[in-house]
Nanobody, 123 residues
Framework: QVQLVQSGGGLVQAGGSLRLSCAASGRPLGSYNMGWFRQAPGKEREFVAAINWSGVQTYYTDSVKGRFTISRDGAKITVYLQMNSLKPEDTAVYYC????????????????WGQGTQVTVSS
């Protein structure tokens, strides 16, 4: 079993920054891919960013490229999402996820999910 606990959400003005964290427990995560997804009111859950099991490969949806950075610590305990130059359209509940499929942008590839954290960007 894998448990993911998120932190770091909040309210920020447009142009500001936030850093989300996702801590894993229950078993080693060295072989897991990690992803971040978000869901805004009235919209479907969408892919934001992912990092593969080794931390070498990263992927981003076009709308966040150049602004968001996904990373994971060397001990494979925590994954981060650094969000800079935030825009009101980034407002959503953000979820971290862990999985083993190679299709990192597909929500169905992830078996374990965090509880979600609210990110609100004001204009």
């Amino acid at each position: 079993q894998v448990q993911l606990v998120q932190s770091g959400g909040g309210l920020v003005q447009a142009g500001g920054s936030l850093r989300l964290s996702c801590a894993a427990s229950g078993r080693p995560l060295g072989s897991y891919n990690m992803g971040w997804f978000r869901q805004a009111p009235g919209k479907e859950r969408e892919f934001v960013a992912a990092i593969n099991w080794s931390g070498v490969q990263t992927y981003y949806t076009d709308s966040v490229k150049g602004r968001f950075t996904i990373s994971r610590d060397g001990a494979k305990i925590t994954v981060y999402l650094q969000m800079n130059s935030l825009k009101p359209e980034d407002t959503a509940v953000y979820y971290c996820a862990a999985g083993t499929s190679r299709l990192l942008a597909d929500a169905g590839s992830y078996a374990y999910w965090g509880q979600g954290t609210q990110v609100t960007v004001s204009s």
